[in-house]
């Protein structure tokens, strides 16, 4: 297949410094191998999309010198694709409704007898309280959180699950189940503000655009694990990864969206060149 890959940015507020970094390398390394940069607009989070944000995303990409190939995905008017991969994970027996709030979850890990609340890649690792309260039975339970069963979930897959890293840490990366089931817990599949979820979606998008190396910051690492299961789940290829160094301040702190100092716009209005920011982010 033809090497292939994408930048996704969320227009949820500026690009950084960051995201140039990310953009350019995939952009470079998608040149270098005679391949296809793709875009995609990650903006299912409707509270928090903007098309302000989108409409400085290609400005900034434009301006670094970084195109794509058309058409630019946005996820927003993908929705279809989620709901039916939602529906094969429900159909499978996998998935099951979550009716607690933030503040349940917190409680519930906080009792002295479930020891120290773990954190796995979206933050608390759900304690399991509503795993077996509802039934599973029907068609997918509209307007509702979805978690994946993720026992139940592995032990369907019943294979073993790795990845190849291409990045810093090269190599082969086996997921172990039960280390698995340990450090990501039940994670939510479908949001019910939104109906999908991030790693859903990305999961359903990534395969759909034939992506062959998904390349991105090392703060997403722990979630291609939660991308490499769905992907055995929904029968989809995975592709390579690459997770690459975060930028960061001078004080060593990753950058972030509301960083305002270091936005690609900022340096754009104070007369920096793009060279100039190749040479800031060390490419
Ligand atoms: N939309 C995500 C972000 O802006 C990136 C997701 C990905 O590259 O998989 O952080």
Same mark, same amino acid.
């Given at each position: 297949m033809n090497y292939t890959t994408r930048f996704a940015p969320s227009p949820t507020g500026p690009l950084h410094l960051g995201h140039a970094y990310s953009a350019l390398l995939s952009f470079n390394r998608a040149k270098k191998k005679e391949g296809a940069f793709l875009l995609r607009i990650e903006d299912i989070d409707q509270s928090r999309a903007r098309a302000g944000w989108e409409a400085t995303i290609y400005e900034d990409l434009n301006w670094l010198g970084v195109s794509w190939v058309n058409p630019i995905l946005r996820q927003s008017n993908n929705l279809k694709n989620y709901t039916k991969a939602i529906s094969q994970l429900w159909n499978l027996g /996998? *998935?099951?409704?979550? #009716?607690?709030?933030?503040?349940?979850? +917190?409680?519930?890990?906080?009792?002295? =007898? $479930? &020891? @120290?609340? /773990? =954190?796995?890649?979206?933050?608390?690792?759900?304690?399991?309280?509503?795993?077996?309260?509802?039934?599973? =039975?029907?068609?997918?339970?509209?307007?509702?959180?979805?978690? *994946? #069963? *993720?026992?139940?979930? /592995? #032990?369907?897959?019943? #294979?073993? /699950? @790795?990845? $190849? $890293? +291409? &990045? =810093?840490?090269? &190599? +082969?990366? +086996?997921i172990g189940n039960t280390q698995s089931i340990n450090t990501i817990g039940d994670i939510v599949i479908a949001r019910r503000d939104m109906g999908t979820s991030y790693h859903l979606s990305v999961v359903v998008d990534d395969a759909a655009q034939n992506i062959t190396e998904v390349i991105r910051g090392e703060d997403l690492a722990d979630a291609t694990r939660i991308h490499v299961i769905l992907q055995a789940l929904l029968n989809l290829k995975t592709p390579v990864y690459h997770h690459h160094h975060l930028i960061r301040d001078a004080t060593g702190k990753r950058l972030a969206k509301r960083d305002d100092a270091r936005s690609i716009a900022t340096y754009r209005v104070k007369g920096a060149t793009p060279a100039d920011i190749k040479v800031l982010i060390g490419l």
């Open positions: /996998l *998935l099951y409704k979550c #009716d607690c709030s933030r503040r349940d979850i +917190t409680e519930a890990v906080q009792a002295p =007898q $479930e &020891g @120290y609340p /773990l =954190q796995g890649p979206d933050g608390v690792i759900y304690p399991g309280t509503c795993r077996n309260k509802h039934p599973r =039975q029907g068609s997918v339970p509209p307007i509702a959180n979805l978690r *994946l #069963d *993720l026992k139940k979930a /592995l #032990d369907w897959i019943d #294979d073993p /699950l @790795y990845y $190849e $890293e +291409t &990045g =810093q840490a090269f &190599g +082969t990366v +086996t």
